[in-house]
T-cell receptor, first 111, second 113 residues
Framework: RKEVEQDPGPFNVPEGATVAFNCTYSNSASQSFFWYRQDCRKEPKLLMSVYSSGNEDGRFTAQLNRASQYISLLIRDSKLSDSATYLCVVNEGTNAGKSTFGDGTTLTVKP | NAGVTQTPKFQVLKTGQSMTLQCAQDMNHNSMYWYRQDPGMGLRLIYYSASEGTTDKGEVPNGYNVSRLNKREFSLRLESAAPSQTSVYFC????????????FGSGTRLTVV
């Protein structure tokens, strides 16, 4: 079993749709959690940190469920520009470098 | 713009050749990292440097060496390139323990033939 697993995708949705991605992690000692966005042939860029209380940034909402060991990303009112690969990242927090990346979920938003 | 700068952006090597990938950051971050990304896969850590003067192996260190030249610069060396090292390489930096996430460079696309 992988340490971090994401929905395999791809997700193909129409503009305006709401879409949700889940990511499960196996290390219960994990300390911090993130969602990154990666455009084709580009570097990953930090989209959101994920806090225990949940957090929202415009159309994006991230949540953490420590008991079930998963994080989620909800995108409302999808835009064409949301098309990208979304990477889940889990950090142990005890040592620099101890982050594990999911394989990513690809989202395509269509007109 | 502040950030992480990698060079070169593209490189083609023949099997057995050596090369060094350069990385510099100007955000005064303590920690720096080298990742590789293969098609359809997540990033895998090659080496990292928690602070100036220290380096540690990551998940896939074989075939690579690194040097933390100073606080700003962290280089990755392939001593004898192999086709299995064909990949996209990303350098990243972070505050201590990456508690606030990483900033990535734009990547180096390496092909070994």
């Amino acid at each position: 079993r992988k340490e971090v697993e994401q929905d395999p995708g791809p997700f193909n949705v129409p503009e305006g749709a709401t879409v949700a991605f889940n990511c499960t992690y196996s290390n219960s000692a994990s300390q911090s959690f993130f969602w990154y966005r990666q455009d084709c042939r580009k570097e990953p860029k930090l989209l959101m940190s994920v806090y225990s209380s949940g957090n929202e940034d415009g159309r994006f909402t991230a949540q953490l469920n420590r008991a079930s060991q998963y994080i989620s990303l909800l995108i409302r009112d999808s835009k064409l520009s949301d098309s990208a690969t979304y990477l889940c990242v889990v950090n142990e927090g005890t040592n620099a470098g101890k982050s594990t990346f999911g394989d990513g979920t690809t989202l395509t938003v269509k007109p | 713009n502040a950030g992480v700068t990698q060079t070169p952006k593209f490189q083609v090597l023949k099997t057995g050749q050596s090369m060094t990938l350069q990385c510099a950051q100007d955000m005064n971050h303590n920690s720096m990292y080298w990742y590789r990304q293969d098609p359809g896969m997540g990033l895998r850590l090659i080496y990292y440097s928690a602070s100036e003067g220290t380096t540690d192996k990551g998940e896939v260190p074989n075939g690579y060496n690194v040097s933390r030249l100073n606080k700003r610069e962290f280089s990755l060396r392939l001593e004898s390139a192999a086709p299995s090292q064909t990949s996209v390489y990303f350098c990243a930096s972070s505050e201590a323990q990456a508690a606030f996430g990483y900033t990535f460079g734009s990547g180096t696309r390496l092909t070994v033939v």
